[in-house]
């Protein structure tokens, strides 16, 4: 049987509501959200409407209308950094940034002239506090920090992050990508000002979904304008959220997939499936490290880390791992930089790359003892038991 160990990516499998809830819009709605007057664009609009509700409900979110759906993480941290920052502007990130946050930033540096501080981390990726205090200057507009590194897992501590942050009057975007839908998110909590997420990882939902939260009191200037199917006599984006940010046909079927999988996650609960992760990872980390020959990047506790686990073998190329696990035992895993360079940099691993096997609510603990004995064998192999 076939183990999925790449969630981190993507999450495989789906809850069966979500292709179901698909499928049910494909064949017996199909219409435009907020396009029509008649009952199947009506429809359509009411999943929007509740889909949103929902992610309210998950990330204790009021205002609903203050969420705005983007087509994954990497679109809403877009619409962030090159709605809010201006030339001459300075930017706090952190040294386990995904491209996603990087590459934006480096290209409005380029572009803009826009200064980044990227404050350093340990090698198990932990943020180094007092660099991050010291890092605030008269021009830092923004700080923009991943919530859990996708290469070694670690949790960053938001609440620490957003206190030092507004000390300074400077506003947080967090990158809840790797957190989203299997880690305690409450954004009045953590006190966040702007929440990137994707729907297709731990919230379970379809590809092309995501979005964005944006606090009372901030104000972006959009990433692109068209229509909205509302006040069209306008020859500029409104105002009103979250019309002023959704330009364009909304992918529904993805929102009615989404919809489904937020429901589950609801229904199941977050500290349910957090729980579980733990346990999986925690039997992933003391397996690994039972082998000769294996080493483990990032943080052993697991309450410090979402499930993701980073390790290399000896010499071997983290490419012949998978290839390894793949033809030899049917196990999928992630190799390579993981679009994460700045923290394979950090973690000693930028010309290597890791072996990444990530959990998810739907792995079993059989699966992890299945992937531990695999790993085992390959070691077998190589001569170095």
Request: glycine share 8%.
């Amino acid at each position: 049987m076939a183990i999925y160990l790449d969630n981190a990516a993507t999450t495989f499998p789906k809850p069966p509501a979500v292709w179901q809830a698909m499928e049910q819009f494909m064949k017996n709605i199909g219409a435009s959200a907020g396009r029509g007057g008649y009952r199947r664009a009506l429809a359509a609009e009411e999943i929007v409407f509740q889909c949103r509700r929902l992610l309210g409900k998950l990330f204790n979110i009021n205002d609903a209308t203050r969420i705005i759906f983007t087509a994954n993480a990497t679109e809403a941290i877009n619409l962030v950094l090159k709605g809010w920052l201006n030339p001459g502007d300075h930017v706090i990130t952190t040294a386990m940034e995904h491209n996603a946050v990087w590459r934006c930033l480096k290209t409005l540096e380029k572009e803009r002239g826009i200064s980044i501080t990227a404050v350093p981390c340990r090698e198990d990726g932990e943020l180094l506090m007092p660099e991050l205090d010291a890092a605030f200057r008269e021009e830092t507009r923004l700080l923009a920090c991943t919530h859990a590194s996708n290469v070694t897992g670690t949790v960053m501590p938001v609440e620490a992050i957003t206190a030092a942050a507004h000390r300074h009057g400077v506003p947080v975007l967090l990158d809840a990508a790797q957190t989203a839908g299997v880690y305690p998110l409450d954004v009045r909590e953590l006190d966040i000002d702007f929440l990137a997420f994707t729907g297709h990882k731990g919230l379970l939902g379809p590809m092309g979904t995501g979005g964005l939260y944006i606090r009372p009191g901030f104000d972006l200037r959009p990433l692109k304008e068209g229509g909205t199917g509302s006040v069209s006599r306008l020859e500029y984006m409104p105002e009103n959220l979250p019309d002023r940010f959704e330009a364009g046909t909304l992918n529904v079927v993805g929102i009615a997939g989404l919809k489904a999988a937020v429901e589950y996650i609801l229904n199941q609960g977050i500290s349910r499936i957090r729980s579980h992760e733990e346990v999986l990872t925690a039997r992933m980390l003391t397996g690994l490290e039972e082998i000769p020959a294996v080493t483990v990047y990032g943080p052993r506790e697991t309450a410090h880390k979402v499930g993701v686990v980073s390790f290399n073998l000896k010499e071997l190329a983290p490419e012949e791992v998978a290839y390894a696990l793949d033809e030899g035992h049917e196990i999928m895993v992630r190799v390579g930089l993981h679009c994460a360079p700045l923290a394979h940099k950090t973690i000693g691993t930028l010309e290597r790359g890791t072996v990444r096997a990530s959990v998810s609510y739907f792995n079993t603990a059989e699966e992890i003892d299945a992937f531990l004995t695999a790993v085992k064998e390959i070691v077998e192999l190589t001569g170095w038991l």
